[in-house]
């Protein structure tokens, strides 16, 4: 029989055990065991996908979609300059393409569409004519006071659409977007591309309708034993809003798809199931409403 001291000194450690429990950062341990190999057979949404003009002669629509077959992508979102060869293979295969519209086309190009003449008109025509979930991916290389009269109305097209912009910038850019039009929902197009955690993490938990493809960051993310522990927390923590990409921007990332998939199946492997699957495919599923999976290889 103990002591009413001893009780004591038992609850009292009982108490410091449990703040201590709950205090511990999220470690590897905690997040659970990795997918591993596993990772294989989950299903690839790829987010940042172009078919640009150069591309659709050696690279037609059958061989983008068998190229996504065979690395197990059931789909993807593609942007193309120009806005053709996104129609062309959304044409083609429907049930594996989500259309968003790119601004670039003729002239106007990443650094001069924001003041391009008739930019708004030809935006309004292509989305009324076909049916993009998104505007993008466009770049804002630097905050220009000549760029905000269309960077208004394209983030007000997009919440009057309920469509998402897709930006390639630093965070400046971001923050600005959601200035002009709060409603937005963005997809951060490669993290922030040169942005480090300790911007893209308080980024994301300032707004909760930021996401980002992690596209061109793989080899950032993978630059640890084996992850990158910023990288690592703030994936785990931000595991709902990330995805991947592949950023076809250059035939040569459609002669290396299949390794750029399996790149971005490497980073992966090293999360929990539930992490990974988020990542891969689930938070495209909420994003554009759709059911993806495996199912969907082989299909158009
Ligand atoms: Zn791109």
Known sequence: MGSTKDQTMKTLATALLMICVTSLPVSADDAGPPIGDAIKSVPIFDAHVHYKEPAWSPYPVETVIGLMDKSGVAMALVSSTPDDGTIMLWEHAPGRIVPELRPYHGAAGSSNWAQFPGMYDYLKQRLDKYPHEGIGEFHIHSIDPNDRPLLTQVAKL??????????????APVKLLYDLEP????????????????????????????????????????????????????ILKHADRLMVGTDTWVNGQWDNYQGLIAENREWLSHFPREVAEQIAFRNAERLFKRKISMDLIGTK
Do not use: K
Request: aromatic fraction near 6%; charge should be negative; hydrophobic fraction near 40%.
């Open 158 to 171: 997009a919440v009057e659409r309920q469509i998402i912009i897709h930006v390639h910038s630093g965070a």
């Open 183 to 234: 409603g937005l929902t963005i997809i951060w197009a490669h993290a922030g591309m040169s942005e480090p955690p300790s911007v893209v993490g308080p980024m994301l938990d300032s707004y909760p309708t930021l996401h980002a493809d992690m596209s061109y960051r793989e080899g950032d993310i993978l630059r640890g034993n084996p992850i990158d522990p910023a990288w690592r927390a703030l």
